[in-house]
Structure formats: C-alpha cells, structure tokens
C-alpha cells in the first residue's frame, strides 16, 4: 500500500462505492441523522452524521472491515454547520440530512485505525424535512396518487421558481458589486504602482546612505581598535576589556530548543500546558492558571512581586519559567541593611575613582550584552529592608513607559577625565616612539628600556623619575578599568524583568502605597495546600522533546508600550472607576489613573495567554485591589457609613462582577479572600487585613 502513494485513496473510495451499492465513478451520497457532541477540550458543539444509509434503497451503510456492524458515520465540518447553524438551530426535534461523503485525512484514518473513514464534503450538506406526522394521503380510486403526485410537482416547481429568482437576484447584485471591485482594483493599482516608484527611489537613497554609512563605521572601528591595540600593548587595558570598548559585529548564535513560530506557530496560549508538563517532567507541579498569570505578567514588563512562606518555591518558579523559556535567572539576597539606591546600583567611591558595582547592577549588564535572551532578576527577601528608601528612584524610573528608562551611575566628569589623561599619555608616548624610531607594537617595557626613550617620555610628559611613570600608569590602568567595567549611565534593557519575592512575617516590612501602586503582587500559596490531583489531572502529553528548552527571544514576547488610554466607555475601566469611587476611597484606599491603567494592560496581554476576560479581573483585583486592604473597620466613611459596612458592600460589587468567572480555572478567588478578610475583622480587634493568616 506504501508504493501505491495517493493511489491508495481512489482505491479506498472504489471499496466504499463497491460496498455501498454505487457505480464506479459515481459521488458517495447518504442519508443521515445529524447528531451533536460536547467537546472537553474545547468546550464546543462537533456534529456527526450517523445511522448513514443509501439515499434511493434506504440501506444502511456499514463501513468495510467493521466486524462489529455498527452503522456507518462521518465527521461534519465545523464550517459547515456554521453554514447552516441557523437552519439548525430552529429545527425541532431530530434533524436529518444529506450529504455527499469524502475520505477523512491519513491522519484522522490512522488515529481511528479505520483507512475507509468519511467525512461531510465541504459545501454537500442539505437539511431533510419531514412532512407532518398527522398527515395521511387518502387514496380514492386511481387518481388520488396523480392528484397527489401533481401536486407534489407543482410545490417543487413553485419553489424552484423562487429559487431561480432569488438567485438571478443575488447574481445581479454580485455583477454591480464586481464591478465596483474592478473599478477599486484599477485605482489600487495604478496608487501602487505610484507607491512602487516612490519605494524604488527610497530603497536607492536608503542603499547609498547605508553605503556611506558602513565606510564611515568601518573606519571608526578600525581607529578604535588601532588606538584599542596600543592600549593593550601598553598595558592600560587586557584584550577582554577591548572587547567590550569595541562595537558589537550584531551576530548572534540561537540558543537550541523549540522555535516559538516553528513548533508553537506563535501561539502564547500553548506555553503554560508546555511549562507545565517540562516542570511537571521535573516534579515541580505548578498549575496552568499560575503559569499563565505570571506569563502575562512578564508580557506586561511591569514589576510583579511574589508574596507566600519561605520556602514555598516562589524563586523556584520564576527560575524554572526562565529556564523553560530559553532565558537565565539572577537571583539578587537583599539584605536587611539596605537603605538606599546605593545597596542597589553601588556608588562611586572618589578614593579609589572607581565605581563599586552590586550584583544587581551585574546582573543588569549581563542581560545588555546578550540583548536576544531573556533575563530574570529576582529580588529575593526584597522586604528584608524598606523597599521605598533603596527601591523608590528604580521603581521612579521604571514608570516612564514612552522611552527606554536610563540610570544615571555618577557625574560623566570623571569619564571625560579618563579620557583627556589616556590621550595625553598615548599622544606623548606616540611621539616619543616616532623620534626614537620604535614600532607601534612596543610596551611600556620597551619605552623604559630604551635610554632615549626613557629619557624623552620623562622630559615630555614631566616626570622626574620612572617610579612616578609606573604610579601614573596604574593610576590610568586602574582608571580605564573602572570606565570599561561601568559607564556613567545604563539603560535598562528590555529584554530584563524584575520580579520581586517577599515573605510576611515579624522580621519584615509592609509593602508601602508608594510601592504597591506601582507593582502587582501575587499571593503564592504553599504546594502543600494545592490540589494535587487537579494539577496532575490537567497536565497535558506534548509532542515536543521537554528536555529541550523553548527558545523565545524577548522581541517576540512583547515590547515595553506606554498604558491604554483611560477609556470611560469600556466596561471594566468603568468597573474599576466605580470600584475606587463607591468604595476603595471611603475605605481610605487610594486607587489612582495608575493603577487602572495598569490593571487594564494586564487584561489586554492576558487573553494572548489564555486568560479569559472573567479570570483576568479576578487577577486584577487580587494583584492590585486586595494587598492594599489593611482598614480599621470600627471607624466611619466620609458620608458617615460604617467602613464595616462599605467593605459589605464592596465584596457584594465584587461578587456580582465575578458571576461569570469559572472557580475551577483560578487558583484563588477574589471573592473567596474578601470573605476571608472579613471573617477575620472580629478577631483582629476591628482590622480587616488581608496579609493577616
């Protein structure tokens, strides 16, 4: 059957015409009972046409090779029944059909191990009515069944009359609107070709300035490795410091793993079930409603922060999608002694002129010189210290969403100084060279070596003896070093995301306003009080090798934009808007343009991930909402209500937005905490709070 190729579908068909009472040649046509199924997976409507059988003798079909005898069925398109949904869905009772039959796909025959399964040709189905139960011929004499006959004949004419009609109508309607295409096509064209000559020109001009352009880049980065090689032969820099002074050549190697376009065909709703079963391979269970929401999250390239026990696999996680991505994780202790941005960025110490770095700032260049990886930075313990006092300048600058944030390091007078001193030292010591007759390759050792040399370097540049030329040039080392190692300022690149990790307790400190408006935070539960089953349950079987990493460069997961616009007519900006105004406010809860904004975004990304409208509110409110609930029920609103009572009602605003969401796809739900948080008031002296366990 292999060497026979496409052969083999005719010959199946001949069998099925053969077996079916059919001539050679002839299209498959049945009769049959359309029948519809739920799909699990998907949650929609497949139908089938079942109990087949031949449309002029009535006899059931049996596919050949069915020992069983089970009467014959086929696959219906979905477009099919959408073409005919309408007529379906007034239809009472059962609904029969007819359609001419096709061989289903190699593959489809194969997974039902049936070679003569059938599918409903596209464009073939045609719905069958039944006339009236009640309806019974009475036969009088031997031309009631011409009366009844003609009659027959006159209802079909009459509606092949309408038809016709109906179709020479809509053929006409077609003609005019064809030819208004053809007219628009013939502006179309002759606007292209306009557009093409105009591209052309552009496409020149553009050549001849990248021409121009590289002549002049070749030549700066010939000058600059010329200069960069003198600077290594006299010892002012090593050769991996002149890699970094040079330009990148922009050639980049891909990591190995699946391509996010290739094997997953761009489609951001297939990584959390591939997350889930690589981590799952691992035994690190993680449900698909967690994956997705910190997907989205990273898509955002927002600050999000994990909130849970330590211990509970917070940074496991995070390190874990890192590396499922085909990205790296850094993880950064913070210490409970920080208390500026300096614990953070480091600081210039004038002494020594040099900058002192931090891991984080490592961390951060690290990630600019591989700009086609995806780096994670994790601050872990982050409440150890007051995130507002070492945190607040970074968190300051990470809300410009119109411009690439840049950090300024320290005053760019000591790298203008830096430079001024290396070209002095390299002009003096080129024209002491050039006198002397040495080559460009000569060392500092040389020029110390050579009496006139020697002598010269110490009368042009003034120095009395050679102990002060050796002190100037490690102070110049040392110098250069600090500027290769850190520059002045440092744009944060965009393929980095920070994410936070704290815990709740007595050796920490509250996340303040400040910082909450600016950040999501999700509560992460202890795995122990997961459902293991329900995970386990839900992992699905992947085609794809899991030892292998999927490989998404940043570019692809999404860039930085600025927040949607504040849009009043849009349902959930409204809902959020009358969320801070009836009830956040008068609980003393700021709720700002910011944060609405903010949660808005989140929404927008979270559907490319899965997360369905219901859920990502639910997400909204326990990232943005919740964590700032800390309110002292026992004292009045503004208007006078008890604050006991507006928080009632703001969990009955809640309650009634979240009717929709499914409990079975969220981890937690927003509601569920409300009720929480104020099952607790009583017992926390009148404070409802919602990081109180």
């Not at 929609?44 to 049996?62: M, N, Q, S, Y």
């Amino acid at each position: 059957m292999e060497d026979l190729g496409p052969e083999v579908d005719r010959l199946r068909l001949n069998e099925l015409r053969q077996a079916w009472g059919y001539a050679p040649g002839d299209p498959v046509c049945a009769i049959g009972r359309l029948r519809a199924q739920h799909n699990k997976k998907t949650g929609k409507k497949i139908f089938f046409l079942e109990l087949l059988e031949h449309p002029r003798t009535a006899a059931g079909f049996v596919y050949p090779e069915d020992v069983s005898g089970r009467s014959a069925e086929a696959f219906v398109p979905p477009p099919e029944v959408s073409r005919l949904g309408q007529d379906i869905g007034v239809a009472e009772g059962e609904i029969w059909a007819i359609a001419e039959l096709e061989l289903s796909s190699n593959h489809e025959r194969e997974k039902r191990n049936n070679p003569h399964k059938c599918d409903v040709r596209r464009g073939s189905l045609r719905l069958l009515r039944n006339l009236p139960e009640d309806w019974v011929p009475a036969l009088i004499g031997e031309e009631s069944p011409r009366f009844i006959s003609a009659a027959a004949m006159s209802v079909i004419e009459a509606e092949i009359k309408t038809e016709r009609e109906k179709l020479q109508e809509e053929l006409a309607v077609l003609h005019n609107e064809t030819a208004e295409a053809v007219e628009t096509l013939d502006g179309l064209r002759h606007a292209v070709v306009g557009e093409e000559r105009k591209f052309v020109t552009l496409q020149e001009q553009s050549e001849r300035e990248t021409v121009l352009m590289e002549t002049r880049v070749r030549r700066l980065n010939d000058l600059l490795e010329q200069k960069g090689r003198r600077l290594v032969a006299l010892g002012l820099i090593d050769e991996d410091e002149l890699t970094v002074l040079l330009p990148p050549s922009g050639e980049h190697s891909e990591q190995p793993g699946h391509s996010f376009q290739s094997d997953f065909g761009g489609d951001f709703e297939r990584l959390a079930p591939f997350i889930q079963a690589k981590l799952y391979a691992r035994g690190m269970l993680f449900s698909q409603a967690q994956l997705r929401d910190v997907l989205a999250l990273v898509r955002t390239h927002d600050l999000f922060v994990l909130a849970g026990d330590s211990g509970s696999g917070k940074t496991s996680l995070i390190k874990a999608t890192a590396e499922s991505l085909g990205g790296r994780c850094t993880i950064v202790p913070v210490k409970p002694n920080w208390t500026g941005p300096e614990d953070l960025l480091g600081y210039f110490n004038p002494i020594e002129r040099s900058y002192q770095s931090t891991p984080f700032l490592k961390a951060l260049q690290f990630a600019a010189s591989e700009p086609h990886i995806l780096h994670f930075i994790v601050l872990d313990e982050m409440n150890l210290a007051r995130v507002e006092h070492y945190f607040a300048d970074f968190l300051s600058l990470l809300e410009n969403r119109e411009t690439v944030p840049d950090i300024t390091l320290y005053t760019s007078d000591e790298e203008r100084h830096t430079v001024v001193s290396h070209g002095l030292f390299l002009a003096i010591e080129e024209e002491v060279r050039k006198r002397v007759g040495l080559p460009e390759t000569a060392t500092l050792e040389d020029l110390l070596k050579n009496e006139e040399a020697n002598r010269l370097l110490h009368r042009l540049g003034g120095f009395e003896d050679a102990e002060s030329i050796l002190e100037h040039h490690a102070r110049l080392r040392r110098a250069m070093a600090a500027q290769i190692r850190t520059p002045t300022s440092l744009a944060i690149p965009p393929n980095v995301r920070i994410v936070g990790a704290i815990n709740i307790d007595e050796t920490t400190y509250f996340l303040s306003p400040k910082v909450l408006d600016r950040i999501h935070v999700v509560r992460f539960r202890n795995p122990v009080l997961q459902d293991w089953s329900a995970i386990d349950a839900e992992v699905e079987e992947s085609d794809l090798d899991l030892e292998l990493p999927l490989y998404l460069p940043p570019i692809e997961i999404g860039s930085r934009t600025d927040y949607p616009r504040f849009d009043p007519s849009d349902p959930n900006n409204e809902f959020l808007v009358r969320l801070a105004r009836d009830y956040l406010d008068p609980l003393g809860i700021e709720f700002g343009f910011r944060a609405i904004r903010q949660s808005l975004h989140y929404i927008d990304l979270a559907k490319d991930v899965g997360v369905e409208p219901p859920e990502a509110l639910n997400n909204v409110i326990l990232h943005k909402v919740l964590p700032k609930l800390v309110v002292d029920t026992t004292r009045q609103g503004p208007s006078g209500t008890k604050r006991a009572e507006i928080l009632s009602d703001l969990r009955a605003a809640v309650a009634e937005a979240m009717t929709e969401l499914d409990l079975s796809s969220v981890p937690e739900s927003c509601v569920v905490e409300l009720d929480r948080v104020i099952a607790g008031v009583d017992g926390n002296n009148g404070i409802a709070n919602y990081w109180l366990r």
